[in-house]
């Protein structure tokens, strides 16, 4: 049996290296699914039993000899920066879209308001419990363990990434060994439990009743029509539009909308800019439904009409655009009705339906809905592409060159007066930054972005799950000493704190100055702590979308903001 002892206690060995993360990221996977009270940890589960791992080969005697752990110290290292740098990669090309369209409109710049007056509280909370009860102290230790108690508070890993790759660059010898993954677990528990708890306290102090706030998310949505496609089918019986053509009146009224079927004397012909409209035609019509109420003013009267059962040679259907060659084109550019004689009438991206407006920018993993005969659609999607096959292979060049180029871009020193090292934003925030503006603008460079949903997930997730058990192996080693005889209690009640003092402020602040409703709230709250569970329980509270939005609106900032506040933090305060 000296084979299986020598796999699990030779360190230094390939074979034992990969075991021992397979058994840890395989069991932390597993157990993050049990739910207790609702509430599973998921993958994050995969750090407390990297803690148990590294704790247990510390306390046989087998660590490796090259540190203490049980890991050799620089694969571990490289492990976890690279798992680090491929999740915020990841994350920074899911969020960007959001990230920019989240300043576009009021609510959305409110929401941010309270995402950065979370983030700002608690910093402010955590650094007036440090100088109340370490400061006296003057350990070298303590400040930076804080900053990892703030992280777990907030159950924001990315942010300890940063913390701890910016406290290695300060390159002081007095803080080689500080493991500030050991106050991030001692808080992250009831930082969970906080931020969930939060949102309890908030229900009960404001006198919120989930029936009412439900009723005001209908109200509200009957009241202001989103600017999401409306079809109608309109008949043309005012006389001041007759003999005008579809493009006239689109430049008379101002509004943007599409005809694409027109129905005259018993025939469908497909309708363009040039179309002549006549007394008593059939118009189908997409619009945005905040303008649906003006078109009909303008065409006359409204009729009901099935354009679908309709013996006519005219189709509609979802191209999805795969050709590399129209990334990042508008759709103005492509001439869809003049070269093509189709029109475009709805653009899907990420599960999200936008009206095809003409300056709306075209990227690779668009679905479009075009309407024409039967021989033009096909033109139109060879010309896009629509090769499901071939954007289901990954973008893996593309990828890479954007996280060198972060890599690059985190690594340029920027000196800052006063400050004994240049302020880097390193290899979380670099990437991160870099994945945020290709996402956004990449094909301008004609750069590929896209990665389907699972093929991102899968890859950030291999980045947490490697990052977390990097980090639980090191922490292990000495995670038990500081619970027991350090200041592990002291870490797990200012951690609670931290997460819900200004969860408590700002969200008093959302709802009876920005009067906000509850459930958007619980969104915003989850968003701007990046808490998965936290959200899990605002969707099931909320049973409708008003959750998922205030996170989505929210969480692109707030990643960016803990990310920058993590190395700000460590290099202006430790340095």
């Not at 049980?70 to 798992?83: C, I, M, S, T, Y």
């Not at 303008?291 to 309709?310: I, K, M, R």
């Not at 997730?461 to 027991?484: D, P, R």
Request: charged fraction near 15%; charge should be neutral.
């Amino acid at each position: 049996m000296d084979w299986i002892l020598k796999l699990f206690t030779d360190t230094e060995s390939v074979a034992h290296i990969v075991t021992l993360y397979a058994i840890v990221i395989a069991l932390g996977v597993s157990l993050g699914k049990i739910k207790i009270g609702g509430i599973a940890l998921g993958a994050t589960f995969v750090l407390f039993v990297g803690i148990l791992a590294g704790h247990l080969y510390q306390s046989f005697g087998i660590a490796s000899p090259d540190g203490g752990l049980a890991v050799p110290h620089g694969v571990l290292d490289f492990v976890r920066e690279f798992g680090l740098i491929l999740f915020v990669y990841c994350i920074g090309l899911q969020v960007g879209p959001g990230f920019i369209n989240s300043f576009k409109n009021g609510p959305g710049i409110k929401m941010n308001y309270m995402a950065i007056g979370v983030v700002t509280l608690n910093v402010v909370v955590m650094l007036i419990l440090y100088f109340l009860i370490f400061a006296s102290r003057n350990d070298v230790q303590d400040l930076p363990m804080m900053v990892g108690v703030m992280y777990g508070a907030i159950t924001n890993t990315p942010g300890l990434g940063a913390a701890q790759e910016a406290l290695k660059s300060l390159g002081n010898e007095s803080f080689k060994s500080i493991n500030i993954a050991s106050g991030y677990a001692c808080a992250y528990p009831l930082g969970v439990v906080g931020i969930i708890g939060a949102m309890i306290i908030l229900r009960f102090l404001c006198g919120i009743k989930l029936d009412e706030e439900e009723k005001e998310l209908r109200k509200e949505a009957q009241e202001n029509p989103s600017a999401k496609p409306h079809r109608m089918t309109v008949r043309v019986s005012n006389h001041a539009i007759v003999g005008k053509t579809v493009g006239q009146l689109r430049n008379f009224l101002g509004r943007t909308f599409v005809c694409t079927r027109l129905m005259r004397d018993g025939k469908v012909s497909v309708a363009n800019e040039n179309t002549l409209l006549l007394k008593d035609d059939y118009v189908n019509v997409i619009c945005a439904e905040v303008d649906a109420e003006a078109l009909v003013a303008l065409f006359g009267d409204t009729v009901e009409y099935d354009w679908q059962v309709d013996n006519s040679p005219i189709v509609s259907k979802r191209i999805l655009v795969t050709q590399a060659s129209v990334n990042g084109r508008t759709l103005g550019q492509m001439h869809f009705r003049t070269l093509y004689d189709v029109n475009v009438t709805r653009l899907t991206r990420g599960g999200m339906e936008l009206f095809a407006e003409e300056n709306l920018h075209i990227q690779i993993g668009d679905r479009l809905l075009v309407v024409g005969d039967a021989e033009s659609v096909q033109r139109v999607q060879e010309v896009l592409g629509n090769s499901v096959k071939h954007l289901e292979h990954p973008n893996v060049g593309s990828i890479f060159l954007g996280v060198l180029i972060g890599i690059i871009f985190g690594s340029l020193p920027i000196a800052i007066p006063g400050m004994s090292a240049p302020l880097k934003l390193g290899l979380a925030g670099g990437p991160l930054i870099i994945a945020i503006l290709i996402s956004c603008y990449g094909y301008k460079l004609k750069i590929v972005s896209y990665t389907t949903t699972s093929a991102n997930l899968l890859l950030r997730e291999i980045g947490l799950i490697l990052f977390l058990a990097s980090v639980g192996i090191k922490a292990g080693a000495t995670f038990w000493n500081t619970v027991s005889e350090g200041d592990g209690i002291t870490y797990v009640w200012t951690g609670f704190l931290i997460t819900l003092i200004p969860l408590l402020i700002m969200g008093f602040i959302g709802r009876k100055f920005f009067k906000f409703n509850y459930f958007t709230l619980m969104g915003i709250i989850a968003g701007s702590t990046t808490d998965p569970p936290a959200l899990g329980y605002a969707n099931a509270t909320a049973n409708n979308d008003a959750p998922a939005l205030g996170y989505s609106t929210v969480y692109p900032l707030t990643m960016f903001l803990r990310i920058l506040v993590a190395q700000s933090l460590i290099l202006f305060l430790c340095s």
